[in-house]
């Protein structure tokens, strides 16, 4: 196990079935927060649906849970007992050194906005959160969590080149002669596992295999399934 520090981003959009993908968005937000609280990671909010975690090894040992995540159930709002299907997508980005991603001053669109978090006077009076446009790529991100402007630009920077590094990575896969997506690079268009409320089953397509206890897992006891993902990349 790697235990050096490392810091890592991630990002979870709800995708294919509206309200409910939403709600399986936030699902899992929350897994991965007390997942990080079981082993003692430090997370840090920092936009509505993205959190930066800093741990020992923390990149090396999720980095394998890009991708998108299935989830069937019956939602809270359905009245007829129907069993749904939908998805939502994780993206686990490290942070990235200012030597490795350059970004140009000029290529950047500032926005500065009020803070829809609970941050006290402060952030509710003043313009605190931080949007930046990339104009080259089109990328947006969005740091709303701190009390100070200055920290949330710093925040919202850093996962710009992160998200930067993410862009540049694919674009040199797509270079490489028979490349073939495998476990450790964990592309967020790769449909990695699938949760069955009904079946209390959660399934990793990467690796074939599946455990029961469905309700443990969502409540952060990932620690068998990543480890094996971590072990067969």
């Given at each position: 196990m790697n235990?050096?520090?490392q810091t890592l981003y991630i990002e979870i959009r709800g995708a294919t079935g509206g309200d409910e993908a939403k709600n399986w968005g936030s699902?899992?937000?929350r897994m991965y927060l007390r997942y990080a609280g079981r082993r003692g990671w430090k997370v840090f909010p920092v936009d509505v649906n993205v959190i930066k975690i800093t741990g020992a090894g923390v990149y090396d040992e999720l980095k394998n849970e890009s991708g998108v995540h299935r989830v069937q159930r019956?939602?809270?709002?359905?009245r007829r007992g129907r069993i749904h299907t939908s998805t939502a997508t994780v993206v686990v980005l490290p942070e990235i050194r200012e030597s490795e991603v350059t970004i140009n001053p000029s290529?950047?669109?500032i926005q500065f906005f009020h803070s829809s978090s609970q941050?006290?006077?402060n952030v509710q009076k003043v313009s605190t959160a931080v949007r930046l446009i990339h104009k080259p790529t089109g990328i947006v991100v969005s740091a709303q969590r701190e009390r100070f402007q200055e920290q949330n630009r710093k925040i919202a920077m850093d996962?710009?080149?992160?998200?930067l590094w993410e862009l540049k990575e694919a674009e040199k896969e797509k270079t490489i002669a028979g490349y073939r997506s495998v476990i450790g690079r964990g592309m967020r268009a790769e449909k990695i596992r699938t949760y069955n409320f009904p079946q209390d089953?959660?399934?990793d397509h990467r690796i074939n295999k599946s455990w029961h206890n469905l309700e443990a897992v969502v409540n952060g006891e990932l620690d068998k399934i990543v480890e094996l993902a971590r072990l067969l990349q």
């Amino acid at each position: 196990m790697n235990n050096q520090l490392q810091t890592l981003y991630i990002e979870i959009r709800g995708a294919t079935g509206g309200d409910e993908a939403k709600n399986w968005g936030s699902d899992l937000l929350r897994m991965y927060l007390r997942y990080a609280g079981r082993r003692g990671w430090k997370v840090f909010p920092v936009d509505v649906n993205v959190i930066k975690i800093t741990g020992a090894g923390v990149y090396d040992e999720l980095k394998n849970e890009s991708g998108v995540h299935r989830v069937q159930r019956i939602p809270t709002t359905e009245r007829r007992g129907r069993i749904h299907t939908s998805t939502a997508t994780v993206v686990v980005l490290p942070e990235i050194r200012e030597s490795e991603v350059t970004i140009n001053p000029s290529d950047l669109e500032i926005q500065f906005f009020h803070s829809s978090s609970q941050g006290g006077q402060n952030v509710q009076k003043v313009s605190t959160a931080v949007r930046l446009i990339h104009k080259p790529t089109g990328i947006v991100v969005s740091a709303q969590r701190e009390r100070f402007q200055e920290q949330n630009r710093k925040i919202a920077m850093d996962l710009l080149r992160a998200k930067l590094w993410e862009l540049k990575e694919a674009e040199k896969e797509k270079t490489i002669a028979g490349y073939r997506s495998v476990i450790g690079r964990g592309m967020r268009a790769e449909k990695i596992r699938t949760y069955n409320f009904p079946q209390d089953r959660v399934s990793d397509h990467r690796i074939n295999k599946s455990w029961h206890n469905l309700e443990a897992v969502v409540n952060g006891e990932l620690d068998k399934i990543v480890e094996l993902a971590r072990l067969l990349q």
